[in-house]
């Protein structure tokens, strides 16, 4: 019988080699006339690890890694095919400890099935939750998504069953389903993981979201930057609809849903809902006015449910296990589990999904190992580009969308990026107002003309120069973007400028007492 | 415009023009084909769809990702974001034009690299990071740049 084994698909670890290291493994199988099952599989999160090749045993998978190419031969003398001890092993996979103290509801599948096979899909409790919606009213299949109390993914957090159900009790000949995956905010990729790892999670959660509210169309708009992503997702939709799970007649019900992926071309105001319905109908991504809500009148003017890949990810298994079950995880109103991604400069960087509540210091210490670097960790940008900075005195922050939004932080989407004591946290606020400006649509003028001044008046303030003048400015200027802003990007850039010059004055040039003065 | 590249945008308008929202995928088309979006056939675009041409400029010089002028052989994709930023990336952008010897938006004087910025390629965890035409490289040294361009065989 052939043995399997596991070499992830996953962009990430092919940017590490993953490609490679699966050709040679599949050569020197070949040479030495060994019969071997090669399942190219997501991955399991543990980027320092990867590429991480696994092999299935009669114990359950076995992990080895970082392994390269010019790791394969040795690993096969030593007879890694059926766990014989080598350097590189790291046991078995489940028992890894960053793998173990997970929750994973939402990736529950991710690293371990084959990514594009319905079939492995369904042996792994795929579907479960659509084969429950086509038993049930469209208004309790909302109910379920409202009692799970599933906040959005993709960083407002609004409730996902309250949008649901304004688009269920809109009448309307045409609906749509969109899927935001123009997962823009730098240094998060757990959008990325679901589609290259388990796109049919998406496309059950696509489908149910579809069949709740009454729409038959559904589109995912993608990121340019995923071309990955882009090819993963269309062969597994094919595949879905090959096996009777997306189209005319799902599994026999005589109901109909449609999905396709549509690219966008690398601007990143489109993560925005209305902007990204722009782009979907051909146009500029310019930001809408609201209301009209996407519920009432969204894409072409239909009623449309817009939600991130993670929201409409979590759905399948509130469908299968009920409401009640993923509520049970979290505190407070943060309901679930979030799949946090731990980047920049961490000794263990990856995707840990837990459920909310733990504490950010356990989050890179615990799981992230503290900096690669070895040097303290300073600062802590989290929730994306227009995240606050947050310093060593709130790293006792749970993990919890309203313990962050009173120290004037976002979670948003779960990014984490950690930079040690060598950052200059002047240069990172004079970089936010310089992407402002960059990705602004335009429409609005205190991003459009804000973003501007406020990289102009970062730059003197970095070069030192009149900060008794500039300092006030910068606030002014912070204080007409937040208010004043048609959507976010205006309205939260200055998260990241003012956490900066609020908690590490001394960067800016100025001493703390003149700061609290 | 010339009569092969005329003829590819003919066949891309006649298999696209007719889904919801065409135009972006026509442009995706057409740049992917091409390597650009030739001005020169914009006003075909735009009769296509039946928008103006101002419409359909206005969509090109919108997003990043659309350009009117020939990409080089290979795009270099640079991340300029935080994560990358973490971890050395600043120095590897430094090195990156540097050893191309040009700036974002301009291709070297060979044709060989073109080189554009990007926020973010969801590489995060293994930063810092670049694309290379479609295939994304994680963790690269200044010395690992130079390895992959050597790979590549095109000169510099």
Redesign the interface.
Known sequence: MSITVYVPCDSSAVSLGANRVANAITQEAQKRGIDIKLVRNGSRGMYWLEPMVEVATEKGRIAFGAVNTSDVASLFDADFLHGGSHALSLGLTEELPYFKKQQRLTFARVGITDPVSVEDYIAHDGYRGLKNTLALSQADVVKHVSDSGLRGRGGAAFPTGIKWNTVLNTPSEQKYIICNADEGDSGTFSDRMIMEGDPLVLIEGMTIAGLAVGATQGYIYLRIEYPHAYEILNTAIANAYAAGYLGENIQGSGRAFHLEVRQGAGAYVCGEETSLMESLEGKRGLVRFKPPLPAISGLFGKPTVVNNVISLASVPIILDKGGDFYRDFGMGRSRGTLPLQLAGNLKHPGLVELAFGVTLREILYDFGGGSATGRPIRSVQVGGPLGAYLPESQFDTPLDYEAFTEIWAVLGHGGIVAFDDSVDMAEMAKYSMEFCAEESCGKCTPCRIGATRGHEVMTDIVNKRDLDKNIPLLRSLCDTMLNGSLCALGGMTPYPVLSALNHFPEDFGISAEHHAA | MTESNQATIQAILTELKDK??????I??AVQNALSYIPPESVPTIADA?NLSRA?VH??IS?????RDTPAGKHTVRICR???C???EGGALEHHIKEKLGVDYHETTANGNFSLEA??????????P?I?ID??????VSPQGFDEIIAELGASV
């Open positions: 919801k929202g065409a135009l972006l995928p442009l995706h769809l419409e206005g969509v919108f997003y990043h990702y659309f974001a935080e994560s930023l973490a971890m990007v926020y973010c390629l969801g590489n995060c965890a293994c930063s990071a694309q479609n295939d994304i490289h994680g963790r």
